[in-house]
């Protein structure tokens, strides 16, 4: 029976063997349909000679894979983006008799979905769960199953996701450097965090008068502006006798 479990790969490449005792390396074949019967894709006994096709495939990984199949009479047109196989992997013979096993590629990297399993059925009017028929040939039925492809990260792409919750460098120096303080609105009174600072003029700054009397810059004396009127006092008296 058919395994209901998904492959974990795609399947890369696909094959037709004139035996099935001549898998190359890394291909499964196709020998038995879902109830054990002999799967060959064509018999033929002329000439005293037996003739069998087995399909086979391999999910060893690769830049390409298989993202679609269809089964067509060997009359028909090849469908556009497909390519036939035409002959047997190991004895390069023909492939099939009256009919054609065509696949259709994609780069791995682009791909969605891809083809990821082969089965055989011996009655062409049974089907399988999570299998798409492809279509008949030598009275069997021939079904693939589809599957998402899966796309490993690059190490590129993680580290743009690790660090994409990190501020930067420079909002890291602008948050230590200027803090900023947001305004908190209580009722209808906006309260900063800058509230209840007192301010005022430092103490050291009161009654210079007395001090800067004492200072001499090159010869000028800085002196109050009670000493200057003092100095410079004059009322005007000889003026006024005059007019008088």
């Known amino acids: 029976m058919a395994n209901d479990q998904m492959p974990t790969d795609p399947i890369t490449a696909v094959g037709v063997l004139s035996s099935r005792s001549n898998v190359p390396d890394d291909y499964f074949v196709v020998a038995q349909t879902t109830d054990g019967s002999d799967a060959a894709l064509w018999k033929d006994g002329l000439f005293k000679s037996k003739v069998t096709r087995y399909l086979c495939f391999t999910r060893k990984p690769g830049p390409d894979v298989i993202v679609d199949v269809k089964l067509i009479d060997i009359k028909d047109a090849l469908?556009?983006?497909f390519i036939a196989i035409q002959e047997t992997l190991d004895t390069k013979e023909p492939a099939m008799?009256?009919?054609?096993?065509c696949v259709k590629m994609s780069p791995r990297a682009a791909a969605d979905t891809a083809v990821f399993d082969f089965q055989i059925i011996a009655k062409s009017k049974q089907?399988?769960?999570h299998y798409t028929s492809m279509g008949e040939i030598n009275n069997m039925g021939l079904w693939y199953r589809m599957?998402?492809?899966p796309h490993?990260?690059?190490?590129q792409q993680r580290s743009s996701k690790v660090n994409s919750g990190a501020p930067s460098d420079t909002e890291s120096r602008?948050?230590?450097?200027r803090p900023t303080y947001e305004p908190q609105n209580c009722g209808s009174v906006t309260v900063t965090a800058m509230d209840g600072v007192p301010?005022?003029?430092?103490?050291?700054f009161y009654d210079?008068?007395?001090e800067m009397q004492q200072v001499n810059l090159m010869g000028i004396t800085i002196k109050s502006l009670a000493e200057i009127e003092e100095e410079f006092h004059y009322n005007f008296s000889t003026e006024r006798s005059i007019v008088l």
């Open 174 to 177: 602008r948050t230590i450097s």
């Open 97 to 101: 008799k009256k009919r054609r096993l």
């Open 152 to 155: 490993p990260q690059s190490s």
């Open 199 to 204: 301010f005022g003029v430092a103490q050291r």
């Open 79 to 81: 469908p556009e983006g």
């Open 147 to 149: 599957g998402e492809v």
């Open 127 to 129: 089907h399988l769960v």
């Open 208 to 210: 210079t008068s007395k």
